[in-house]
């Protein structure tokens, strides 16, 4: 009669840092998507509404105020508005991303599209950008992470 003893010892950190590894990757991944989608729906339009006299430094200027985009729709970008573009950013962190337009470059006037509101006095309907973005990448990330993770 033959008897054998076996004694194992497994170690899932490996496995936890492989999943924690692949988890990050994936958020980077669609937060980094989510961010592309949202810079493309920002559409610039060449629609002048009106020219402005602007004063600075002793200098009057004439400035276009451009037509602003429908209600309903991601906010119109123009020539010299592209920053509306670049403002948007994502940082990522263990498991969970920030995607947004930074507040240091735009300030509050990309909250206020986004959500709409009152600002100066002038009511501003909403104008999502972030929202239609994320919820076009949804299902596509929901299920490459499930697959990633499992």
Do not use: C
């Amino acid at each position: 009669m033959i008897s054998s003893t076996v004694q194992t010892n497994i170690s899932t950190k490996p496995v936890q840092r492989d999943m924690e590894r692949k988890t990050f990757r994936s958020v980077a991944h669609a937060a980094a998507s989510i961010r592309k989608d949202a810079i493309a729906s920002i559409q610039f339009t060449k629609n002048i509404r009106a020219y402005l006299w602007k004063t600075r430094k002793g200098v009057r200027k004439k400035v276009p105020y451009y037509q602003p985009s429908p209600p309903g729709r991601p906010v119109y970008g123009h020539r010299t508005a592209g920053f509306f573009r670049a403002a948007i950013a994502f940082a990522v962190e263990r498991d969970n991303a920030s995607i947004g337009p930074q507040h240091s470059k735009v300030g509050e006037g990309m909250k206020i599209h986004e959500h709409g509101g009152i600002r100066d006095g002038v009511q501003y309907p909403r104008r999502s950008v972030m929202q239609p973005a994320l919820e076009r990448n949804l299902d596509r990330f929901a299920k490459s992470m499930r697959v990633e993770i499992t």
